[in-house]
């Protein structure tokens, strides 16, 4: 049976999401939906960037962007100080240094990971879920949401869509694991962080469970 495979936050960690995938059965017909924030905090950006780049050779992979891809891309169009100081406060200054080159933002949006960029999507919906990366307007189809708002807005916020489907995001760290409240779920579980991890949910016909990256479980 294809399975849907959803995955929180990654934030630079790729030896986790490494982790994480040893455990889940990947066949060539599931699809994969990254929830974004791929980059910016923890030190293998790049890394995670070209670990996700060679599985979508393996199957069906949906890359949503999350709002460290658009800090990044905004400093990449502004240039100003002002957005490069607020990008590289929030984690941007370990995503360049993962390039290991003198000029990473060209790497990035110009050269081997600009498709990658570029191909980013808002939000994805399938016949019984729709997947943002932090929220989801409950009052808007799933192609007329705000880009801001999807980004930006938090988990606690979402209330039931209009379409009776099942909300997944990320975004709003859950620090005491992932939650699950029958209309909206959130699998960010602090990739980043002490004690953090990731957490994939995996939507098999009927079936919904979870999996994370922590080596004990």
Request: proline letters at 1%; aromatic letters at 10%; charged letters at 30%.
């Amino acid at each position: 049976m294809k399975k849907i495979i959803a995955i929180g936050d990654i934030h630079g960690e790729v030896y986790k999401l490494k982790t994480l995938f040893a455990k889940i059965s990947i066949k060539e017909d599931d699809t994969v939906i990254f929830l974004g924030d791929y980059i910016d905090r923890g030190r293998y950006s790049k890394q995670v960037i070209d670990f996700i780049i060679d599985l979508k050779t393996k199957c069906n992979v949906i890359t949503l962007e999350g709002n460290h891809e658009m800090m990044a891309r905004d400093n990449y169009n502004d240039r100003s100080e002002r957005s490069k100081v607020g990008w590289l406060m929030n984690g941007g200054q370990q995503t360049l240094s993962s390039y290991e080159t003198e000029e990473p933002l060209k790497v990035m949006f110009e050269g081997e990971h600009a498709k990658f960029f570029d191909n980013l999507t808002l939000c994805y919906e399938t016949d019984n879920h729709i997947f943002g990366h932090g929220y989801i307007d409950g009052d808007k189809d799933c192609d007329a949401q705000c880009e801001w708002s999807v980004l930006w807005n938090r988990f606690d916020d979402i209330l039931p869509h209009k379409s009776g489907k099942t909300v997944v995001v990320g975004h709003t760290t859950q620090m005491a694991g992932h939650t699950n409240k029958g209309y909206k779920v959130c699998i960010d579980t602090g990739s980043f962080h002490r004690g953090g991890y990731i957490t994939a949910m995996i939507i098999e016909g009927d079936k919904e469970y979870f999996q994370d990256s922590r080596k004990a479980n």
